[in-house]
Nanobody
């Protein structure tokens, strides 16, 4: 039973930092791709960052320079370090994983999704 469990969300003031974690379980091997999407109320889901098993990372323009994605393949865990948070970063953040595909654009092709963790910046 594949499961993605996010942690690390919370409420911070603008300029603050958070680190999200996502632990994958039930996979026989490390996923090819893990990453983060977010969705704010009334807005479309937005790709934030992905990391491939080999280490290639892609970060979306709105968060580039502020957010960093990293992974621990042995632990099947992906992290999202978020610095200099802004009120517009407020959203539910979802961890994603896939064994074959990686994209910030075509979210529908990514097979596994976590339940989400709330990030609120005031």
């Amino acid at each position: 039973h594949v499961q993605l469990v996010e942690s690390g969300g919370g409420s911070v003031k603008a300029g603050g930092s958070l680190r999200l974690s996502c632990a994958a379980s039930g996979f026989m091997h490390s996923p090819f791709c893990m990453g983060w999407f977010r969705q704010a109320p009334g807005k479309q889901r937005e790709g934030i960052a992905t990391v491939e098993r080999g280490g290639k990372t892609v970060v979306s323009d709105p968060v580039k320079g502020r957010f960093t994605i990293s992974q621990d393949n042995a632990k099947k865990t992906v992290y999202l370090r978020m610095n200099n948070l802004k009120p517009e970063d407020t959203a539910t953040y979802y961890c994603v994983a896939d064994m074959d595909y990686c994209s910030l654009t075509f979210a529908g092709f990514l097979k596994f999704w976590g339940q989400g963790t709330q990030v609120t910046v005031s």
